[in-house]
């Protein structure tokens, strides 16, 4: 028959009176359960939880009851080759009715190759974001003192003499590129670092005067991070023992926050604490930690959102999980430690 002539309708049709032999390569986890070939899900793998019609009026048709997916043996292709794309589910079910020889084998081996060239490209990215995140940081001024930085922390009443250094993590770039005016600004960059104490990611900042004084800039997004951040940690404090974060003693507490405001403005009152800025509520509980840290302070948010809320008890149950002894601290007034200052 011509490919061509075929509807979606009788290509589905067809492949139904061949439903048996079908499923069987489709789900080869799974097994006949009466006029039924059961699996564990699209996958193919041993389990009840999807369900096809082998036989009469309902054969072909599939219904998976965990993932809330259901077609006819045509959808059934394109759920477990294809990705859902239809079209190429439409290809390989003509090829799999006579038009050519293309196997499961083969479509399979097709979808592994192109998952690990994407998976490749993906790693490709991530690694030439993390070189252009070091050197961004790198080619920054490293004395911040003086600078809008200082004058931008300063606004925010922070006040970086009553330190006895500033923090290493930040610096001051004059001229950095921001793609949403696509022009370059001043901008605040604070290194992320992974346990190992290698730069993964750079947080930015980009600043502008209103009124002679320094403030976050006027955009949508005055605030991103270049590079993946998951896991790293922008290093505020080193705290009275004054070592890197994999030296860290038993008895140490290591507290952490989201912003680098906030976790600065804690720094003020406590400068003998290790602090550590997540940058973000989705990392806050997935900081590394050397297995030596057994003590967390989460610095959280006065945030009584159903969301902020379930970020605070994700993180709380990451650190618990890891066998740490977690306390949380939250700011006497105000949405964060930061407005404790005003």
């Not at 997916?69 to 190429?88: H, I, K, N």
Request: with cysteine; net charge positive; proline share 5%.
């Amino acid at each position: 028959m011509n490919r061509a002539k075929l509807s979606a309708a009788e290509l589905s049709a067809m492949l139904a009176q061949s439903m048996e032999q079908l499923a069987r390569e489709l789900l080869p986890g799974g097994r006949r359960n009466g006029a039924e070939w059961q699996c564990g899900s699209v996958a193919g793998e041993a389990g009840k939880s999807l369900s096809v019609h082998l036989y009469g009026a309902k054969a072909g048709v599939w219904k998976d009851f965990s993932a809330g997916q259901s077609g006819d043996p045509l959808d059934l292709v394109a759920a477990c080759l294809t990705g859902g794309d239809l079209s190429e589910a439409y290809r390989w079910a003509s090829n799999w009715l006579g038009l050519t020889n293309e196997t499961v084998a083969i479509r399979r081996a097709e979808i592994k190759e192109k998952s690990e060239a994407a998976q490749k490209e993906q790693q490709a990215h991530e690694k030439n974001n993390r070189a252009t995140a070091r050197k961004m940081w790198l080619d920054a001024c490293p004395d911040i003192i003086g600078t809008p930085v200082a004058a931008y922390l300063a606004g925010r009443r922070i006040d970086l003499s009553k330190l006895d250094h500033p923090p290493g993590a930040l610096r001051f770039a004059p001229n950095h590129y921001c793609h949403e005016v696509r022009a370059s600004l001043p901008a605040m960059l604070a290194a992320i670092s992974n346990l190992e104490g290698k730069i993964i990611a750079v947080h930015q900042t980009w600043l502008s005067q209103h009124g002679g004084q320094w403030t976050k800039a006027n955009l949508q997004c005055a605030k991103k991070v270049l590079g993946r951040m998951s896991g790293g940690y922008i290093p505020l404090r080193k705290g009275a023992a004054g070592t890197p974060l994999k030296q860290i003693k038993p008895g140490e507490v290591i507290a952490i926050g989201e912003g680098i405001e906030t976790c600065l403005s804690v720094a003020l009152a406590c400068p003998d604490l290790r602090i550590l800025a997540a940058v973000s509520l989705s990392n806050l509980g997935s900081v590394r930690l050397p297995d030596a840290a057994r003590n967390v302070l989460i610095l959280a948010d006065r945030d009584e959102a159903p969301a902020a809320q379930q970020g605070l008890r994700r993180a709380i149950d990451h650190y618990l999980q890891d066998g740490r002894d977690v306390r949380v601290a939250k700011p006497p007034k105000g949405k964060d430690f930061n407005d404790v200052l005003g």
